[in-house]
């Protein structure tokens, strides 16, 4: 089974889009899957309309009460995920504005099925491409993955700060209680960036998927505040690049552990 999380904010103009065309897609596969949408206390009816999909899609909405911001949707999100996952099933992050490419989930989804960790659809991989964003917001962007790069380099990755990603339920299980719940500290949109960076120090095995994103498909502007998120990468960078190693044994004994069942159900959730 494949568990998305979708943080969302104020996206009543998204989200039904997004949601019509996941189910398509997943018809099309045929793959189960489990929605969680986390509603960072939307002052619009983004919740009200991601529940009405639920007599088509198995959904779920996680709704804060005060805006919190999207490093916490996506804590609340994994929480929610690790508690129903199983051992064999696969996690997906995805942006709720639609810029994100439906159509290479199914590539994303092989490629875990292949044995790799963690996948990620990258617009700056071989075959990539970012289309109708403007220039400034476009170089800024590759600007800051070949800096992260620069310092944290990891074979075959072009893409850092991408939201899109799948990852194996298990592994990311494990790699939260190595690092003992902090695998994700940022505030902001450098949560994604700092994830990746500290999921490069553990025994896993990661890939890219070419990926289009297509601005053009987001209703309304994007919630990234750019010199706040540049803000964060460098304060992420001065933290990340001297940071003392992990223990290894704990990582060993930690990864060397079976496979967990989940705390919850799907049926005992719904």
């Given at each position: 089974m494949v568990i998305f999380i979708v943080p969302?904010?104020?996206?009543?103009?998204?989200?039904?889009?997004?949601?019509?065309?996941?189910?398509?897609?997943?018809?099309?596969?045929r793959c189960p899957a489990h929605v969680i949408i986390v509603d960072d206390a939307s002052q619009d009816r983004t919740g009200e309309i991601a529940q009405s999909f639920a007599p088509r899609l198995s959904i779920e909405v996680v709704r804060n009460r005060v805006n919190r911001g999207v490093a916490e949707a996506f804590r609340a999100g994994f929480r929610r995920a690790l508690e129903v996952a199983g051992p064999e099933d696969v996690i997906v992050t995805k942006e709720a504005?639609?810029?994100?490419?439906?159509?290479?989930?199914?590539?994303?989804?092989?490629?875990?099925?292949e044995g790799y960790d963690f996948v990620l659809a990258s617009c700056f991989a071989p075959q990539g491409k970012v289309v109708n964003s403007t220039m400034d917001r476009h170089v800024l962007s590759w600007a800051a993955n070949w800096l992260l790069r620069t310092f944290f380099p990891i074979p075959g990755i072009h893409t850092y700060s991408s939201f899109y990603r799948a990852y194996r339920a298990e592994t990311l299980r494990r790699a939260f209680e190595v690092y003992e719940g902090k695998l994700l500290e940022c505030q902001g949109f450098?949560?994604?960036?700092?994830?990746?960076?500290?999921?490069?120090?553990?025994?896993?095995?990661m890939v890219e998927v070419p990926m289009v994103l297509q601005c053009d498909l987001r209703r309304g502007p994007s919630k990234m505040r750019r010199l706040r998120t540049i803000q964060?990468?460098?304060?992420?960078?001065?933290?990340?690049?001297?940071?003392?190693?992990?223990?290894?044994?704990?990582?060993?004994?930690?990864?060397?552990?079976?496979?967990?069942?989940?705390?919850?159900?799907?049926?005992?959730?719904?």
């Open positions: 969302a904010y104020n996206e009543e103009a998204n989200i039904g889009r997004l949601l019509t065309g996941m189910q398509a897609k997943l018809e099309a596969i504005d639609n810029t994100s490419d439906l159509s290479v989930l199914e590539a994303m989804l092989a490629r875990t099925a450098g949560c994604m960036v700092e994830m990746l960076v500290k999921l490069r120090r553990l025994p896993v095995r964060e990468y460098l304060h992420l960078i001065r933290r990340e690049a001297f940071r003392s190693r992990l223990d290894p044994e704990r990582v060993r004994r930690v990864f060397e552990r079976p496979p967990q069942e989940p705390v919850v159900s799907l049926d005992e959730s719904r």
